[in-house]
């Protein structure tokens, strides 16, 4: 017998990044898992399955987030006057340190998948710590929370403190075992993500190392790229062979060329730096309300999006201060004004459309067919219930999904669908 499940709403959703897909009052047909189709009027065939009617609720496909740090959940909207670097010293490495003790990252890491779960998220791309047996804890909340994820051990053997810094061998030991410990769980839904953190934090042999295991366990690769200033200067000292800071990482083959690769920010990627990302598929994760709270400067988005480039949107938690994708959308439309007023005048600024897309289909690509409501996607699913945001004005569905865009949370996640089941 076929799994099917039938949801009834007003359904909205984006093939391309330019325009919406709307079908109102519409049943969309949930078949072993993956989307069978998009009924105005339900074919004679179907009649005999159950309907989960959601009345004049919302229905669109889950969101991506391409980038966020679980263990930086605990200090989420504070201490954001500081740039990445001294950011990253005097907020981030003392609270990343604190997960070497397994209890309180599972008393922390229980918080973040919880209220993971109940936000619109249905996959994300998530960093733990160098810590190996905590990285599991995080693994094993997420894995029973429902979600999609890939999931990092952070790799760093520089430019920490002692308590936040492996050995170099130490480093790359661990990230086996941590792979063996990860095939032993046979999990279903939580998947392995190489992680060196960034260029500063690894050295040029631990690169070498890691991309050894990378090759023999077939993994893709998460890290952070032209994100600030100071950083990308520190780079070019750090690596003095490399031509521009994404060259760092491809000299040693962690840069897309054989393995699915994100990079978080590409602030300021040079031309080179966007060629060579576009000739190895690198996704770029755009960050925009990081890209604020550290100062960093403002991502030539809408450019990536017209050349081509995969780009999904990233909450960067806690350079963000939110897990909430709809506010990463809002940010993003209105950085890119900023850079569009201020910056550059040759690209306007995003259009909802174009925000939403990177949330659910853009970002979602880097899990396969997710993101969408095109026959044989993923069946990602959220249904949204915009009552509490309701005026007493008639408003198309498209008007609801831009109010969303600016004003929704997790209080307007009314059920959540992750490859067919039902999760809240
Ligand atoms: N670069 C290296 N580590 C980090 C981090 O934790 N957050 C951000 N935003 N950038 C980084
Ligand atoms: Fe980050």
């Given at each position: 017998m076929d799994d099917i499940k039938i949801l009834k709403g007003n359904i909205i959703y984006t093939k391309t990044k330019d325009e919406f897909e709307i079908c109102e009052h519409g049943y969309l047909v949930c078949k072993d898992g993956k989307v069978e189709g998009i009924y105005q009027t339900l074919p004679f065939r179907l009649g005999g399955e159950p309907i989960e009617d959601h009345g004049d609720c919302l229905i669109i496909p889950g969101m991506t987030d391409l980038h966020i740090h679980a263990p930086q959940y605990t200090f989420?909207?504070?201490?954001?006057?500081?740039?990445l670097l001294e950011w990253l010293e005097t907020n981030t490495f003392p609270e990343e340190a604190k997960y070497k003790d397994v209890l309180y990252a599972n008393e922390a890491y229980a918080k973040f998948a919880k209220n993971l779960k109940h936000?619109?998220?249905?996959?994300a791309c998530v960093f733990g710590t160098i810590h190996r047996r905590s990285t599991l804890v995080l693994m094993d909340h997420l894995e029973r929370s429902g979600l999609v994820t890939m999931v990092g051990k952070v790799n760093m053997d520089r430019n920490s403190p002692d308590e936040l810094r492996e050995g170099t061998q130490e480093s790359a030991e661990e990230t086996v075992e941590w792979m063996k410990d990860v095939q032993h769980k046979k999990y279903k839904n939580t998947l392995p993500i190489l992680t060196p953190r960034f260029i500063p934090s690894c050295t040029d042999e631990l690169l070498d190392m890691l991309k050894m295991v990378q090759m023999r366990y077939q993994i893709p690769v998460q890290s952070h790229l032209s994100e600030n200033l100071s950083e990308i200067e520190w780079v070019k000292e750090l690596c003095p062979?490399?031509?521009?800071y994404g060259d760092a990482y491809d000299h040693f083959g962690l840069f897309g060329a054989d393995a699915p690769t994100v990079m978080a920010?590409?602030?300021?990627?040079?031309e080179e730096e966007i060629q060579r990302m576009k000739e190895n598929g690198v996704y770029v994760v755009h960050c925009p309300e990081s890209n604020e709270n550290l100062s960093s400067g403002i991502a030539p988005v809408k450019r990536y999006l017209e050349e081509g480039l995969s780009v999904g949107l990233g909450s960067?938690?806690?350079?963000?201060?939110?897990?909430n994708l709809f506010r990463a959308m809002a940010h993003a439309i209105q950085m890119s004004k900023m850079r569009w007023r201020l910056?550059?005048?040759?690209y306007p600024a995003l259009k909802s459309e174009e925000a939403f897309y990177m949330a659910t289909k853009g970002g979602g690509s880097f899990f396969g067919k997710?993101?969408?409501?095109?026959?044989?996607?993923?069946?990602d699913a959220v249904v949204l219930d915009d009552s509490r945001l309701e005026s007493s004005r008639q408003m198309s569905v498209k008007d609801r999904l831009e109010r969303m865009i600016y004003l929704a949370d997790?209080?307007?996640?009314?059920a959540k669908y992750v490859r067919g089941n039902k999760i809240i």
């Open positions: 989420r909207g504070t201490g954001m006057d500081l740039e936000s619109s998220t249905t996959r062979y490399a031509e521009f920010h590409c602030v300021y990627s040079t960067d938690v806690a350079g963000g201060s939110t897990e910056v550059d005048q040759k997710v993101g969408s409501f095109e026959e044989g996607y993923e069946f997790e209080r307007e996640v009314k």
